[in-house]
């Protein structure tokens, strides 16, 4: 049994939910019938579950009564998993109830090591296998931490413009590597081995193709493939800009949240409230343009 087989199924109970996993065969036999009149209904919601596998964390629902509600969707992978039995998926109170799952899943989780205990995983550390891959444009390649991302351009072998296909988001992967991972106690033929990408760090560029400078990712992270050695060791001079963000939490006694707004705007254009390093959260460093040093010219 693969992981992308698992159902994962939270039961919300006037409130509070209840998750649990099974097989879709479990689904089908246990489950469904309490929901469904006939086998019309039946087929309606075995669409709707196919149908969601592509909707990212879409679930598909089923209606028991005014007061329970079963949502249910495939697991996408093995991080998809330890987030939903620990509950990080759940909006309200929450437990894993074992007694709703069965002996196959529960086998799944015991070979993949995984326990829980105060809410945290428990799991051994997974075997990583490094496999020889090539990457070209186009490519939809799978990240170990659970996001899919297109190869928008390949800027070396091992340095790949990427966007996120879920945020749009653009990221420069320096030094990715193709990995096989898997239990210790298996091999890559277990059907609980997962495939993807890592990267050693990225450079995050948001989702607004305008305001990135493709021209330059190429020539700070092409460079094998766009310049010489000579070209390689020549000095930029780059425009980096500092985003500093202060924040400060005020309390103010009000009658209203517009008014407590009201009056902490007031004292802050006022000066009465002046943020300074002791409010520092964060800083984003950002290049912003980029230019070669001129050489002078030997006479």
Not at 55 to 83: H, Q, W
Not at 185 to 209: A, F, M, R
Not at 227 to 233: A, I
Request: aromatic residues 10%; negative net charge; glycine residues 6%.
């Amino acid at each position: 049994m693969k992981i992308n087989e698992i159902i994962l199924g939270t039961v919300n109970e006037k409130g509070y939910e209840r998750n649990f996993i099974c097989t879709f065969e479990t689904f089908v036999k246990k489950y469904m019938p309490s929901a469904c009149e006939n086998y019309w209904e039946v087929a309606e919601i075995i669409t709707e579950l196919e149908k969601v596998k592509e909707k990212g964390d879409a679930c598909c629902e089923m209606y028991f009564s005014p007061n329970e509600t079963m949502y249910v969707r495939y697991c996408k992978n093995i991080s998809d998993l330890e987030l939903f039995i620990t509950g990080r998926y759940n909006e309200t109170e929450c437990e894993f109830y074992y007694e709703l799952c069965d002996e196959k899943c529960m086998e799944i989780l015991d070979r993949l090591g995984i326990s829980i205990k105060d809410e945290k995983i428990k799991r051994p550390y997974p075997h990583y296998e490094k496999i020889e891959r090539e990457y070209e444009q186009g490519d939809i390649l799978h990240n170990l931490n659970g996001s899919d991302y297109r190869v928008v351009e390949k800027l070396t072998d091992k340095n790949l413009l990427l966007m996120e296909l879920k945020s749009g988001n653009y990221t420069v992967a320096i030094g990715v590597e193709y990995y096989a991972r898997y239990p210790k106690q298996e091999d890559v033929n277990s059907e609980l081995c997962e495939k993807g990408i890592e990267w050693g760090h990225g450079i995050y560029l948001g989702n607004t193709p305008s305001t990135i400078d493709f021209k330059l990712i190429r020539e700070e992270y092409g460079k094998s493939r766009y310049m010489d050695e000579s070209e390689q060791d020549e000095k930029r001079t780059y425009q980096v800009e500092i985003e500093e963000r202060l924040a400060r939490t005020i309390e103010v006694d009000a009658k209203s949240m517009d008014e407590a707004i009201n009056i902490v705007n007031e004292k802050y254009y006022n000066e009465e409230i002046v943020l300074d390093a002791e409010d520092m959260k964060d800083v984003n460093l950002k290049v912003v343009g980029s230019k070669a040093l001129t050489r002078e010219k030997s006479r």
